[in-house]
């Protein structure tokens, strides 16, 4: 992957071509080797996939772009594990892409049909219902949501690819600029421009290209159910329900975890999802932030790589580099951010602002070190 | 266009993006006149149209910038009657002499534009067409 930055002069092909030949050059592969490309991102326009791959002549096979919000990277990934679970292929690349610079800053473009975006909707305004609902019903306070971007700026101060590389204090977060009441911006994840490249295969083409690598335990994708009345914003079930299906794909259980990469897009959401993920009961999750639990020298590990919050959140690319972040930590290359001993990683990203539903789409990984 | 790379960990090497929007101009004053850009593979001699940071035949990052031919000949043409404020505008694509592909906007004069007559590259200042040779038209009568 690329560092995640302001590129503002890199196309959506400047910002994926280096990655692609990195990791096809990591991997040791001809582009012969590649039986197909899914690339993920929401902004891109028509054919970007096949706009970056045609740059190193990569053609002739199976290329399909994939929009589903923050989870495309995550759901690209999904689509090449079932192609090759399927047997259907052997390698594919997969690609995760975006450059938000193009919209000169401001909040994520949602689609202009939705009638809840008609009304006003933006994703911040999402999260803060959310943080909202959490304070009001749990011990919580805003000094934790500040906590959890305290943490998540004290994991990206060690991780180069990260945008956001100086640590912060709660007092801080706390003083920046109200973006949706009761977050304030340094409890927002930075809007940037980056790409992250990973190539999946079966087991038969590592063997035949005497390949390393992690294993894919788990790839869970779904879709949110709508709710038309009453939903508990405090429980989004697209999360929990996706976990379930990859903790017993997987055969394990939270506890397993070493290390996790998780969609905190706004701190509120962070300790949201310790909860779906099994990490903390309801109401909880604010003793494991708190104890230190989920940072360095804690019981796992959440978002080393400083997560959304400090590494920046390219909304195509952050499904895959999260997936590059578990690679490196399982394979023992993370650098001054290594979790000692990581064994289990798991990568969660959900997708979109969608009037009914707690998300779009939501994607959970779990991979292992061989 | 490439950008120094850097070593983050004892195994992993920094991957950079390409610039590939700071200049995007597709034309240059190189030193025997205005030319469009091209790339070529040190490694495989591809060449191609614009300034690229890795061939398209054999993924090589071995590449440099280089002058393309300034006369080829139409493949084929149409005239465009939408976008463009309503008016009209010949469009083609130029196969130069290198063996490049170019799309390319088209300046016919008075002669009829049609397949595989010779065309030549003009520019004013950032503007940049192909113009059909007067010669290749007499050459051709």
């Known amino acids: 992957m690329i560092p995640f930055a302001?590129?503002?002069?890199?196309?959506?092909?400047?910002?994926?071509?280096?990655?692609?030949?990195?990791?096809?050059?990591?991997?040791?592969?001809?582009?012969?080797?590649?039986?197909?490309?899914?690339?993920?991102?929401?902004?891109?326009?028509?054919?970007?996939?096949?706009?970056?791959?045609?740059?190193?002549?990569?053609?002739?096979?199976?290329?399909?772009?994939?929009?589903?919000?923050?989870?495309?990277?995550?759901?690209?990934?999904?689509?090449?594990?079932?192609?090759?679970?399927?047997?259907?292929?052997?390698?594919?690349?997969?690609?995760?892409?975006?450059?938000?610079?193009?919209?000169?800053?401001?909040?994520?473009?949602?689609?202009?049909?939705?009638?809840?975006?008609?009304?006003?909707?933006?994703m911040p305004a999402v999260y803060a219902m959310r943080a909202t609902r959490y304070l009001y019903e749990t011990e919580a306070t805003v000094e934790d949501l500040a906590l959890v971007s305290v943490k998540a700026r004290k994991h990206g101060a060690l991780n180069p690819y990260a945008m956001m590389r100086t640590e912060t204090t709660v007092e801080e977060v706390l003083a920046s600029r109200a973006v949706a009441d009761p977050l304030t911006l340094m409890m927002c994840c930075p809007t940037g421009d980056g790409a992250a490249v990973v190539v999946v295969m079966s087991e038969r083409a590592k063997a035949r290209l005497e390949l390393e690598g992690i294993r894919v335990a788990a790839s869970v994708l779904?879709?949110?159910?709508?709710?038309?009345?009453?939903?508990?914003?405090?429980?989004?079930?697209?999360?929990?329900?996706?976990?379930?299906?990859?903790?017993?794909?997987?055969?394990?259980?939270?506890?397993?975890?070493?290390?996790?990469?998780?969609?905190?897009?706004?701190?509120?959401?962070?300790?949201?999802?310790?909860?779906?993920?099994?990490?903390?009961?309801?109401?909880?999750?604010?003793?494991?932030?708190?104890?230190?639990?989920?940072?360095?020298?804690?019981?796992?590990?959440?978002?080393?790589?400083?997560?959304?919050?400090?590494?920046?959140?390219?909304?195509?690319?952050?499904?895959?580099?999260?997936?590059?972040?578990?690679?490196?930590?399982?394979?023992?290359?993370?650098?001054?951010?290594?979790?000692?001993d990581a064994k289990w990683a798991l990568t969660h990203v959900t997708g979109g602002g969608t009037a009914g539903l707690d998300h779009g789409a939501c994607t959970v990984h779990i991979f292992e070190a061989v | 266009m490439t950008s120094p790379s850097a070593r983050v960990s004892d195994s992993v090497e920094m991957v950079v993006p390409d610039a590939d929007l700071r200049d995007g101009s597709m034309i240059r004053d190189f030193s025997h006149g205005t030319r469009l850009v091209g790339t070529r593979c040190i490694d495989c001699g591809g060449s191609a149209l614009g300034e690229r940071s890795v061939c398209s035949t054999c993924v090589s990052r071995n590449v440099q910038v280089i002058p393309l031919a300034t006369t080829g000949k139409l493949y084929s043409f149409t005239v465009l009657h939408v976008g463009n404020g309503g008016e009209s505008r010949p469009l083609g694509y130029v196969d130069l002499d290198d063996g490049v592909r170019v799309?390319?906007?088209?300046?016919?004069?008075?002669?009829?534009?049609?397949?595989?007559?010779?065309?030549?590259?003009?520019?004013?200042?950032?503007?940049?067409?192909?113009?059909?040779?007067p010669a290749a038209v007499e050459n051709e009568r």
């Not at chain 1, 999360?239 to 997987?250: F, H, I, L, N």
């Not at chain 1, 706004?266 to 932030?289: M, N, P, W």
């Not at chain 2, 520019?123 to 113009?131: I, K, N, Q, R, Y």
Request: hydrophobic letters at 40%; a negative charge; aromatic letters at 6%.
């Open chain 1, 222 to 340: 779904h879709s949110g159910q709508v709710a038309e009345g009453f939903r508990d914003m405090t429980k989004p079930e697209i999360t929990y329900e996706s976990a379930r299906e990859a903790y017993a794909m997987a055969g394990i259980e939270a506890k397993d975890l070493d290390m996790i990469e998780l969609h905190d897009a706004f701190s509120i959401a962070e300790l949201v999802y310790y909860e779906a993920l099994g990490l903390a009961e309801k109401g909880r999750a604010v003793d494991l932030l708190r104890d230190g639990e989920t940072t360095f020298g804690g019981r796992v590990v959440v978002n080393p790589s400083g997560g959304l919050l400090a590494k920046g959140h390219p909304v195509g690319a952050s499904g895959v580099a999260q997936v590059v972040e578990a690679f490196w930590q399982l394979t023992g290359q993370a650098g001054a951010r290594q979790v000692d």
């Open chain 1, 6 to 122: 302001k590129h503002r002069e890199s196309s959506y092909v400047g910002l994926a071509v280096p990655p692609l030949v990195a990791a096809l050059r990591d991997a040791g592969l001809a582009k012969s080797d590649i039986d197909a490309v899914y690339c993920g991102h929401s902004y891109g326009g028509m054919m970007t996939a096949q706009r970056i791959c045609k740059e190193i002549g990569l053609g002739g096979i199976p290329t399909v772009n994939i929009d589903n919000a923050c989870s495309g990277g995550a759901s690209a990934l999904h689509q090449a594990w079932e192609a090759i679970a399927l047997g259907q292929i052997d390698v594919a690349v997969v690609i995760g892409v975006e450059k938000l610079t193009q919209f000169g800053g401001g909040t994520l473009p949602l689609s202009p049909e939705d009638r809840e975006v008609k009304q006003g909707m933006v």
């Open chain 2, 103 to 133: 799309l390319s906007t088209l300046r016919a004069g008075s002669h009829a534009l049609r397949p595989e007559v010779r065309v030549e590259l003009a520019s004013d200042g950032d503007e940049w067409w192909f113009a059909v040779m």
